[in-house]
Protein backbone atom coordinates (compact mmCIF):
# COMPACT_ATOMS: atom_id res chain seq x y z
CA UNK A 1 0.00 0.00 0.00
CA UNK A 2 1.36 3.01 -1.05
CA UNK A 3 1.63 5.64 1.96
CA UNK A 4 2.13 8.82 0.27
CA UNK A 5 0.67 9.78 -3.06
CA UNK A 6 1.08 12.86 -5.18
CA UNK A 7 -1.13 14.52 -8.15
CA UNK A 8 -0.56 15.70 -10.62
CA UNK A 9 2.22 13.40 -12.20
CA UNK A 10 3.11 16.22 -14.49
CA UNK A 11 2.25 19.84 -14.40
CA UNK A 12 2.70 22.50 -16.88
CA UNK A 13 1.99 25.87 -15.88
CA UNK A 14 3.21 29.57 -17.70
CA UNK A 15 5.38 32.03 -15.80
CA UNK A 16 4.18 34.13 -13.63
CA UNK A 17 1.06 31.35 -12.41
CA UNK A 18 0.80 29.61 -9.52
CA UNK A 19 1.63 26.15 -9.71
CA UNK A 20 -0.14 23.49 -7.11
CA UNK A 21 0.93 19.78 -6.46
CA UNK A 22 -0.98 18.46 -4.36
CA UNK A 23 -0.21 14.92 -2.00
CA UNK A 24 -2.06 13.19 0.51
CA UNK A 25 -1.14 10.29 3.01
CA UNK A 26 -2.24 7.05 4.85
CA UNK A 27 -0.93 6.98 7.75
CA UNK A 28 -2.15 9.10 10.68
CA UNK A 29 1.18 9.05 12.75
CA UNK A 30 2.96 11.21 10.16
CA UNK A 31 3.82 14.35 11.97
CA UNK A 32 6.51 15.37 9.65
CA UNK A 33 6.51 16.50 6.16
CA UNK A 34 9.23 17.29 3.87
CA UNK A 35 8.87 18.60 0.26
CA UNK A 36 12.31 17.96 -1.81
CA UNK A 37 12.80 19.17 -4.73
CA UNK A 38 15.27 17.92 -7.57
CA UNK A 39 16.83 18.48 -10.95
CA UNK A 40 17.89 16.25 -13.37
CA UNK A 41 20.97 14.49 -12.75
CA UNK A 42 20.71 15.99 -9.30
CA UNK A 43 20.12 14.74 -5.79
CA UNK A 44 16.42 15.37 -3.63
CA UNK A 45 17.32 18.85 -2.20
CA UNK A 46 14.62 20.02 0.94
CA UNK A 47 12.45 22.61 0.08
CA UNK A 48 10.39 23.38 3.14
CA UNK A 49 9.07 20.93 4.92
CA UNK A 50 5.87 21.54 7.51
CA UNK A 51 5.12 19.82 10.73
CA UNK A 52 1.75 18.33 11.75
CA UNK A 53 0.92 20.90 14.72
CA UNK A 54 0.84 23.60 11.88
CA UNK A 55 -1.49 24.37 9.01
CA UNK A 56 0.22 26.63 6.97
CA UNK A 57 4.10 27.34 6.44
CA UNK A 58 5.53 29.79 3.98
CA UNK A 59 9.12 30.39 2.81
CA UNK A 60 9.42 32.79 0.16
CA UNK A 61 7.23 31.84 -3.34
CA UNK A 62 6.44 28.41 -1.93
CA UNK A 63 4.02 28.02 0.60
CA UNK A 64 2.87 24.46 1.95
CA UNK A 65 -0.94 24.02 3.17
CA UNK A 66 -1.94 21.37 6.05
CA UNK A 67 -5.42 20.03 6.06
CA UNK A 68 -4.95 16.95 9.15
CA UNK A 69 -8.29 15.76 9.15
CA UNK A 70 -8.03 15.18 5.45
CA UNK A 71 -4.93 13.78 5.37
CA UNK A 72 -3.89 16.38 2.87
CA UNK A 73 -1.29 19.11 2.14
CA UNK A 74 -0.76 21.04 -0.88
CA UNK A 75 2.37 22.88 -1.99
CA UNK A 76 1.80 26.29 -3.63
CA UNK A 77 4.08 28.05 -5.67
CA UNK A 78 3.51 31.70 -6.46
CA UNK A 79 5.00 33.42 -9.53
CA UNK A 80 6.48 30.36 -11.19
CA UNK A 81 9.69 30.97 -12.69
CA UNK A 82 11.62 28.37 -15.49
CA UNK A 83 13.88 28.01 -13.07
CA UNK A 84 11.30 26.25 -11.05
CA UNK A 85 11.09 23.39 -13.35
CA UNK A 86 12.14 20.49 -11.45
CA UNK A 87 10.02 16.96 -9.53
CA UNK A 88 8.96 17.66 -5.97
CA UNK A 89 8.64 14.69 -4.53
CA UNK A 90 6.00 14.95 -1.23
CA UNK A 91 7.25 12.76 2.01
CA UNK A 92 6.03 11.97 5.60
CA UNK A 93 7.41 10.73 8.36
CA UNK A 94 6.74 10.16 12.20
CA UNK A 95 9.80 12.19 13.80
CA UNK A 96 12.29 13.46 10.91
CA UNK A 97 14.05 10.26 9.80
CA UNK A 98 12.80 7.20 7.32
CA UNK A 99 10.30 9.27 4.58
CA UNK A 100 8.05 7.90 3.01
CA UNK A 101 8.47 9.92 -0.38
CA UNK A 102 5.44 9.68 -2.76
CA UNK A 103 6.05 9.15 -6.70
CA UNK A 104 6.94 13.13 -7.71
CA UNK A 105 5.21 15.79 -9.66
CA UNK A 106 7.47 16.79 -12.51
CA UNK A 107 6.63 20.38 -13.34
CA UNK A 108 7.06 22.57 -16.19
CA UNK A 109 7.39 26.03 -16.20
CA UNK A 110 6.60 27.69 -19.63
CA UNK A 111 8.11 31.16 -20.10
CA UNK B 1 25.64 23.30 0.74
CA UNK B 2 26.56 20.60 2.05
CA UNK B 3 27.23 17.85 -0.25
CA UNK B 4 26.40 13.95 -0.17
CA UNK B 5 28.72 12.08 -2.80
CA UNK B 6 28.43 8.74 -4.46
CA UNK B 7 30.56 7.18 -6.10
CA UNK B 8 30.27 5.45 -9.42
CA UNK B 9 27.15 7.27 -10.37
CA UNK B 10 26.25 4.37 -12.89
CA UNK B 11 27.33 0.98 -12.03
CA UNK B 12 26.47 -2.55 -13.84
CA UNK B 13 27.30 -5.93 -12.25
CA UNK B 14 26.20 -9.68 -13.22
CA UNK B 15 24.07 -11.48 -11.41
CA UNK B 16 25.11 -13.20 -9.10
CA UNK B 17 28.60 -10.91 -8.11
CA UNK B 18 29.08 -8.79 -5.24
CA UNK B 19 28.76 -4.70 -5.77
CA UNK B 20 29.42 -2.15 -3.31
CA UNK B 21 27.86 1.35 -3.62
CA UNK B 22 30.03 4.09 -1.92
CA UNK B 23 28.99 7.25 -0.25
CA UNK B 24 30.81 10.20 1.79
CA UNK B 25 28.27 12.06 3.81
CA UNK B 26 28.46 15.56 5.17
CA UNK B 27 31.88 15.61 6.89
CA UNK B 28 30.17 16.39 10.48
CA UNK B 29 26.69 14.19 9.99
CA UNK B 30 25.91 11.38 12.48
CA UNK B 31 23.35 9.56 10.78
CA UNK B 32 23.25 7.76 7.50
CA UNK B 33 20.87 6.71 5.12
CA UNK B 34 19.86 4.87 2.35
CA UNK B 35 16.90 4.64 0.29
CA UNK B 36 16.00 2.37 -2.91
CA UNK B 37 14.21 3.98 -5.94
CA UNK B 38 13.07 1.68 -8.93
CA UNK B 39 12.64 3.31 -12.42
CA UNK B 40 8.74 5.51 -12.39
CA UNK B 41 8.58 4.37 -8.54
CA UNK B 42 8.87 6.10 -5.28
CA UNK B 43 12.08 6.19 -3.20
CA UNK B 44 11.87 3.74 -0.50
CA UNK B 45 13.44 3.59 2.51
CA UNK B 46 15.99 0.88 2.85
CA UNK B 47 18.29 1.79 6.42
CA UNK B 48 19.84 4.27 9.07
CA UNK B 49 22.71 4.13 10.52
CA UNK B 50 24.08 5.74 13.81
CA UNK B 51 27.32 5.30 15.47
CA UNK B 52 28.53 2.03 13.98
CA UNK B 53 25.22 0.27 13.91
CA UNK B 54 22.13 -0.02 12.07
CA UNK B 55 18.92 1.34 13.48
CA UNK B 56 16.06 0.45 11.69
CA UNK B 57 15.88 -0.97 8.20
CA UNK B 58 12.68 -1.84 6.03
CA UNK B 59 11.39 -5.09 4.57
CA UNK B 60 13.33 -4.10 1.43
CA UNK B 61 16.53 -4.38 3.14
CA UNK B 62 17.03 -8.35 2.49
CA UNK B 63 19.37 -10.28 4.13
CA UNK B 64 22.10 -9.87 1.14
CA UNK B 65 22.16 -6.19 2.19
CA UNK B 66 24.71 -4.71 4.40
CA UNK B 67 26.22 -1.39 5.60
CA UNK B 68 29.37 0.17 7.05
CA UNK B 69 31.19 2.91 7.68
CA UNK B 70 34.80 1.43 8.81
CA UNK B 71 36.69 4.19 10.57
CA UNK B 72 34.64 7.32 9.34
CA UNK B 73 35.97 6.64 6.19
CA UNK B 74 32.88 5.84 3.30
CA UNK B 75 29.56 4.74 4.15
CA UNK B 76 28.71 1.76 1.98
CA UNK B 77 25.58 -0.53 1.27
CA UNK B 78 26.99 -4.27 -0.14
CA UNK B 79 24.78 -6.40 -1.77
CA UNK B 80 26.13 -10.12 -2.07
CA UNK B 81 24.94 -11.78 -4.34
CA UNK B 82 22.99 -9.30 -6.30
CA UNK B 83 19.81 -10.37 -8.05
CA UNK B 84 18.22 -8.37 -11.00
CA UNK B 85 15.32 -7.25 -8.59
CA UNK B 86 18.32 -5.25 -6.93
CA UNK B 87 18.12 -2.94 -10.58
CA UNK B 88 17.28 0.38 -9.12
CA UNK B 89 19.25 3.51 -8.31
CA UNK B 90 20.21 3.59 -4.72
CA UNK B 91 20.15 7.13 -2.65
CA UNK B 92 22.44 7.67 0.26
CA UNK B 93 21.37 10.39 2.60
CA UNK B 94 23.34 11.75 5.82
CA UNK B 95 21.57 14.19 8.84
CA UNK B 96 23.45 15.77 11.78
CA UNK B 97 20.73 14.46 14.50
CA UNK B 98 17.59 12.65 14.26
CA UNK B 99 15.63 16.64 14.10
CA UNK B 100 17.41 18.03 11.58
CA UNK B 101 17.96 18.38 7.68
CA UNK B 102 18.53 14.88 5.61
CA UNK B 103 20.43 15.93 2.91
CA UNK B 104 20.75 13.39 -0.18
CA UNK B 105 23.64 12.41 -2.77
CA UNK B 106 22.97 11.91 -6.24
CA UNK B 107 22.62 8.39 -6.40
CA UNK B 108 23.73 5.47 -8.47
CA UNK B 109 22.30 3.51 -10.88
CA UNK B 110 22.53 0.15 -9.84
CA UNK B 111 22.07 -2.31 -12.61
CA UNK B 112 22.04 -5.98 -12.62
CA UNK B 113 22.33 -7.86 -15.86
Known amino acids: QQQVRQSPQSLTVWEGETAILNCSYEDSTFNYFPWYQQFPGEGPALLISISSVSDKKEDGRFTIFFNKREKKLSLHITDSQPGDSATYFCAASTGYQNFYFGKGTSLTVIP | GPKVLQIPSHQIIDMGQMVTLNCDPV?????FYWYKQILGQQMEFLVN????????KSKLFKDQFSVERPDGSYFTLKIQPTALEDSAVYFC???????????FGKGTRLTVV
Open chain 2, 93 to 103: ASSLGTDTEVF
Open chain 2, 27 to 31: SNHLY
Open chain 2, 49 to 56: FYNGKVME
